[in-house]
């Protein structure tokens, strides 16, 4: 990611407010899973958050989502495209590990 890139990228914290540090959410199969809101940041017009929950945190990953707002209410949708998905991981990547240095 360049600098520009970097620059471009903004720490929110809406989920937060909205719902306190963790999320439930309910699987396809009906059955509701806790996930902790790791990060919540805006790339471009964009807002993603990275949640992450218990199995998750074991294998130290998250998933990340677009958030979109209806009103005022945050709303969480999958991100289908490919690209997106890589700019939005690599723009937490530079957020959550900024200090550590990577290859």
């Known amino acids: 990611m360049s600098a520009e890139e970097q620059q471009g990228i903004k720490k929110l914290n809406g989920l937060q407010k909205a719902f306190g540090s963790s999320i439930e959410l309910i699987a396809e199969d009906g059955n509701a899973e ?16 990275a949640l992450q929950s218990e199995a998750m945190r ?4 998250v998933e990340l989502f677009r958030v979109t707002y209806s009103g005022d209410e945050p709303q969480l949708e999958t991100i289908e495209d490919d690209e997106e998905w890589e700019s939005a991981s690599e723009a937490y990547d530079d957020l959550w590990f900024a200090k550590d240095e990577r290859p």
Do not use: N, P, S, T
């Not at 790339?43 to 958050?49: H, Q, R």
């Not at 074991?58 to 990953?61: G, L, V």
């Open 34 to 49: 806790y996930y902790d809101i790791k990060a919540e940041f805006q790339l471009g017009d964009i807002v993603y958050a």
């Open 58 to 61: 074991r294998e130290d990953e």
